[in-house]
């Protein structure tokens, strides 16, 4: 059985998905989506990632107090699992959502999320520069392949 909460945060409807947590009776930071708490599933979830921002922003203004650490929700590894993938790894939810990013997408990701109060790992940054250097290295290798043949 899928959780609600879910569908409605893949559909980033905040309205219906701050109604929805307020009929389980639960507090934000003891929810658990598919097994990751609210603010990891608001990254990992398919909304565009301007949506994802505001529905992060959105929950952290309306259950977090200015005492509570948003890094300890943000540094928790999950298993997490793409089609490609023959196995699960065990990871952290930024690092592993910058993996199928665009660069653009990454740095709108990367800013918003700092501008919340979210510091990255040095080791997170190393990770995601180099999959963004080597993506990109890709991309133009790409580029200079089709034209050439054109």
Same mark, same amino acid.
């Given at each position: 059985?899928?959780?609600?909460?879910? /569908?409605? !945060?893949?559909?980033?409807?905040?309205? +219906?998905?701050?109604?929805?947590?307020?009929?389980?009776?639960?507090? %934000? !930071?003891?929810? #658990?989506?598919?097994?990751?708490? !609210?603010?990891? %599933?608001?990254?990992?979830?398919? %909304?565009?990632?301007?949506?994802?921002?505001?529905? /992060?922003?959105?929950?952290? #203004?309306?259950?977090?107090?200015?005492? $509570?650490?948003?890094?300890?929700?943000?540094?928790?590894?999950?298993?997490?699992?793409?089609? +490609?993938?023959?196995?699960?790894?065990?990871?952290?939810?930024?690092?592993?959502?910058? #993996?199928?990013?665009?660069?653009?997408?990454?740095?709108?990701?990367?800013?918003?999320?700092?501008?919340? +109060?979210?510091?990255?790992?040095?080791?997170?940054?190393?990770?995601?520069? $180099?999959?963004?250097?080597?993506?990109?290295? /890709?991309?133009?290798?790409?580029?200079?392949?089709?034209?050439?043949?054109?």
């Amino acid at each position: 059985m899928s959780n609600p909460l879910v /569908f409605i !945060l893949e559909k980033a409807d905040l309205a +219906g998905f701050q109604k929805e947590l307020e009929k389980t009776q639960q507090s %934000a !930071l003891d929810i #658990r989506l598919d097994g990751v708490n !609210l603010f990891t %599933a608001i990254i990992l979830c398919n %909304a565009p990632v301007d949506t994802k921002l505001k529905l /992060f922003t959105a929950v952290k #203004r309306q259950y977090l107090i200015e005492t $509570d650490d948003i890094q300890q929700y943000i540094d928790e590894e999950l298993e997490a699992m793409t089609p +490609g993938m023959k196995e699960p790894i065990i990871c952290k939810a930024i690092p592993f959502m910058c #993996r199928h990013l665009p660069l653009m997408d990454i740095e709108t990701l990367l800013t918003g999320l700092k501008q919340e +109060g979210v510091v990255l790992s040095k080791e997170d940054k190393i990770v995601i520069k $180099d999959h963004a250097v080597a993506h990109n290295q /890709f991309s133009a290798d790409r580029i200079n392949r089709f034209f050439e043949k054109l």
